[in-house]
């Protein structure tokens, strides 16, 4: 019984663990949209600068989701508490 009750609040953790993670990923991906959104409209001719920062400030957001779903998984699935 108390194997079961430890289960269940890991799977409760990592489901907040991962859900907070999409959500954040989400915003910080909308945020830096739209901000380069707004520096296309404000100097078209820095593009090129803009849209090779906007790759990389993605991918370092996204990058921040995945590691998050990997700590999730870990204290899934590697619970020193279940014997």
Same mark, same amino acid.
Request: aromatic share 4%.
């Given at each position: #019984? %108390?194997? $079961? @009750? ?11 663990? #991962?859900?907070?993670? $999409?959500?954040? $990923? ?13 520096? !296309?409209?404000?100097?078209? %001719?820095?593009?090129?600068? +803009?849209?090779?920062?906007?790759? @990389?400030?993605?991918?370092? !957001? %996204?990058? #921040?989701? @995945?590691? $998050?779903?990997? #700590?999730? +998984? @870990? ?9």
């Amino acid at each position: #019984m %108390e194997n $079961a @009750i430890i289960a269940a609040a890991a799977m409760v953790g990592v489901g907040i663990t #991962m859900g907070l993670a $999409a959500i954040g $990923a989400g915003v910080g991906d909308g945020l830096v949209t739209s901000k380069f959104i707004d520096g !296309i409209t404000r100097q078209p %001719e820095a593009k090129n600068t +803009l849209f090779v920062n906007t790759l @990389i400030s993605v991918g370092l !957001i %996204e990058s #921040m989701a @995945i590691i $998050a779903t990997v #700590m999730a +998984l @870990i204290m899934l699935f590697n619970n020193p508490f279940v014997q």
